[in-house]
Structures are given as C-alpha cells and as structure tokens.
C-alpha cells in the first residue's frame, strides 16, 4: 500500500548477541528468585508471577531460558497411604461428580498427609475451599487419629457458612467415624466420599499436598517435631493462601481471589468450576 516490500514491512532489527545474552541472564537470574520462594513453578506460572511484577515476557523465551539453565519445576511423586477405609461406619456416595462449582462454601475437600521427621511421622489434616483453594482449616499431631480431623473442620467452621456445603473427603475412618459425622450435620454440611481405591477423586488434595512438600517440607529438611509446627503454619497461611499463584482461579493466590469474589455483585457472572 505504500511501496514497500513485504520483507521490509516485517523486517526485525538484529539483537546484539553479547545483549541477548545479557537479557538472558537477567531473565534467568528473575526466573532463581522465584522458583526459589515457589521450586514448583513452570514457565506459565513464572510468566504470571513476572507479570504481576510489571515485567512482560514471552513465554516462549520463558521456556527456553529455564530449559537451557535447567530450572524445571520439582516432580511429584506419590506419598504414602493414610487412609484407614476398614471399618464398620457408614459410607457416604460421591456428590461431586459433573457438579458446577460457582462461588464460596459450596464444596469443602479434606485429606490427611504424613510429614517425616527423624524420630518417625507427623500428620497434618487439612482442608480447602474447592472455589478458592484456600486452605481453611488444618491440624497437627503425632497421632493419626480422629481428633486431627476435628479440629481442622473446627477451624474452618469458626468463620464460614457451612450450611448447605458438601464436604468431600477419602472413605477414612477419621472422617466416617460418628464424632466427625455428628459435626458435619449439626453445621448442615452434605457429606461426600472418594469411590473406593480412586485418589482421583480427591486431586484438589493431592495437589495442594504436592504443593506444601515440595516447596516447603523437602526444601527445610524437617527433622523435629517443632521444626514441623513452626513451618506449617507459616507456609500455609503466608506463602499458600497470601501468595502462591494458581492456574485454576486466574494465577492469583486465594486470599486475593476471595477478595475479589466478595466486591463481585451477586449478579455478576462469576468463573465456573466443572467437577
């Protein structure tokens, strides 16, 4: 249209080499910080992060610099069995399958994991918000028991609206047993269970399980049972659901995400979570 050869029309400036391996090496020094604070990040997660600090990058080169430095994100791998399914109370059907998640206090999920220390294994029961990601309640003990579990279901009930909630757990004895069961209905939650021998059921734990053992228990090398209840805590209030970024609510942490959710008018159109 104005005379010039498409060749020209995209022609790109070269980059300096000695610049382009500069710009490189500042990215992949960017790229150290982060997987520092968060070791399970990939290039997505990364990109978001950088974003969020005001720096643009194509994700391409986000990929490229962190396989030719080696910064891969850490791999998960299976942890061992928890759960104690032989027992004589009742079990509950699966509520979630093809259920629409669309806002708050609609879907809790709860789990139970172990943590090595020298001396032999502590537990954390934990539970999340499925809408949010937030974990909303938790507990520590060195005994797999059912009072573990209470107390985590006691804490996310000291500030939120249960009734009407589905809590969804594993087919556990800690979770089907009568004291546990008593409280679910006195808070009118709806209560769910994982089909039998299909962790799949329950992925939004192993996820969130995945995430606290790579990024925070493998990396302090925990060796006592103070080093566990220190951390814990820290990790899962400052780190997981103030700052951690994840793919299923917008790469935001979930605090920020409840935030937004509750300047929404309950008329907007709000994300859909597909179970």
């Known amino acids: 249209m104005i005379g010039l050869a498409s060749s020209s029309y995209y022609y790109q400036p070269k980059v300096d080499p000695a610049e382009k391996q500069q710009q490189d090496a500042d990215l992949r020094d960017r790229i150290e910080l982060i997987q520092l604070e968060f070791p399970g990040y990939g290039y997505r997660r990364v990109q978001r992060h950088l974003a969020r600090q005001g720096v643009r990058v194509n994700s391409k080169r986000i990929r490229r610099v962190m396989r030719q430095n080696g910064l891969h994100p850490i791999v998960w791998r299976r942890q061992v069995k928890t759960t104690q399914s032989r027992h004589g109370f009742s079990i509950y059907p699966n509520l979630l399958k093809r259920r629409q998640v669309t806002g708050l206090n609609q879907v809790w999920v709860s789990d139970i994991t172990y943590i090595r220390i020298l001396t032999g294994f502590v537990y954390l029961a ?90 925070e228990v ?54 859909i979570l597909n179970l």
């Not at 769910?192 to 734990?205: E, H, L, T």
């Not at 990790?235 to 790469?251: A, C, D, M, P, T």
């Not at 979930?254 to 159109?269: G, S, Y």
């Open 218 to 271: 493998y990396l302090w090398n925990y060796e006592t049972y103070g080093d566990v209840i220190e951390r814990i805590p820290f990790f899962i209030e400052q780190v997981y659901n103030q700052k951690r970024l994840h793919s299923s609510i917008g790469y935001v942490p979930p605090n920020e995400f409840e935030q937004l959710v509750a300047l929404q008018p309950k008329t907007a159109d709000r994300p």
């Open 126 to 215: 934990a539970m999340l918000d499925l809408y949010s990601r937030k974990v909303i309640g938790w507990a520590i003990s060195k005994r797999l028991e059912r009072g573990l579990c209470l107390q985590a279901l006691r804490m996310a009930l000291e500030d939120r609206s249960a009734v009407g909630c589905i809590h969804h757990s594993d087919r556990g004895v800690q979770y089907a047993c009568a004291d546990y069961v008593e409280l679910l209905r006195e808070h009118g939650l709806e209560i769910s269970m994982s089909s039998k021998g299909n962790p799949a059921d329950n992925a939004f734990m192993e996820s969130f399980y995945k995430t606290l053992k790579y990024e």
